[in-house]
C-alpha cells in the first residue's frame, strides 16, 4: 500500500506562483510514472505533468513554460512549481503515482487563482 500526501495549495493572485509538494509513505518498490492532476469545477480530472521511468516529462500543452515538474527518488517526493498562474489554473491538485499496476492518488490539495 502506498499513501500520497500533497501541500502547499493555496490562494494567489493571476501571474503568482506557487509550489506543490507531495511526499510518499508505504511500500515503495519503484513507481512507473509519478506525476499531478487536476480537476476543475465541473470539469474531468486532467492530467498536468507527469514523470515516466527512465525521466521523460510530459506536460499538458496549456501549462508548458510555466510549470515545472520534479522528482526526488531518494526521498519519495515530487514537487510542482507553478509559476504565472492563470485563474483557468484554480483547481484540485491530486499527485498521483503507479506502482505495479495500480494508480494511487493523494487527497488533493486546492490551488486558487483570482484574476
Known amino acids: 500500500q502506498v499513501q500520497l500526501v500533497e501541500s502547499g495549495g493555496g490562494l494567489v493572485q493571476a501571474g503568482g506562483s506557487l509550489r506543490l509538494f507531495c511526499v510518499a509513505f508505504g511500500n515503495i518498490f519503484g513507481f512507473n510514472a509519478i506525476g499531478w492532476y487536476r480537476q476543475a469545477p465541473g470539469k474531468q480530472r486532467e492530467l498536468v505533468a507527469v514523470?515516466?521511468?527512465?525521466?521523460?516529462?510530459n506536460y499538458t500543452d496549456s501549462v508548458k513554460g510555466r510549470f515545472t515538474i520534479a522528482r526526488d527518488k531518494d526521498k519519495n517526493t515530487v514537487d510542482l512549481l507553478m509559476n504565472s498562474l492563470k485563474p483557468e489554473d484554480t483547481a484540485v491538485y491530486y499527485c498521483?503515482?503507479?506502482?505495479?499496476?495500480?494508480?494511487?492518488w493523494g487527497k488533493g490539495t486546492l490551488v486558487t487563482v483570482s484574476s
Open positions: 514523470i515516466i521511468a527512465g525521466g521523460s516529462i
Open positions: 498521483s503515482a503507479k506502482q505495479l499496476g495500480i494508480n494511487y
